[in-house]
């Protein structure tokens, strides 16, 4: 009873801490991930740079499309890693956080009911 309350606790310790370093490694992920598409938004604005031949326009957009739906399945594999972990008990996200994930998830359901 007692050393059974205890040993739920250390395991929900356990689990809090593990998930705490799963959401710093994820949001240290987003924030590379967020550079990224900056950087790659820029080049697409930009244009390739004076060392590099004017790509064909279609073969440029078609690039951009795969990228695109590249990184469009790393955010839905980021959603459902979160929807995971916040199902097991991972509610320590912030308010802001909070709100914004129900919101990414809100629009990730929209989505997929739109396909």
């Not at 987003?30 to 031949?53: I, V």
């Not at 459902?80 to 998830?105: T, Y």
């Amino acid at each position: 009873s007692h050393s059974e309350a205890l040993r739920q606790r250390e395991e929900g310790e356990w689990l809090n801490a593990r998930l705490r370093l799963e959401n710093a490694r994820l949001r240290l992920e987003n924030r590379r991930l967020r550079r990224e598409n900056r950087s790659l938004f820029r080049q697409a604005l930009l244009g390739p740079g004076p060392d590099k031949p004017p790509a064909d326009p279609g073969e440029e957009a078609e690039a951009l499309r795969a990228q695109l739906g590249r990184l469009q399945e790393r955010h839905r594999r980021a959603l459902r890693h979160l929807r995971r972990c916040r199902a097991a008990g991972g509610q320590e996200a912030s308010g802001a956080e909070d709100s914004e994930l129900d919101e990414l998830l809100l629009e990730e359901d929209e989505q997929s009911v739109d396909k």
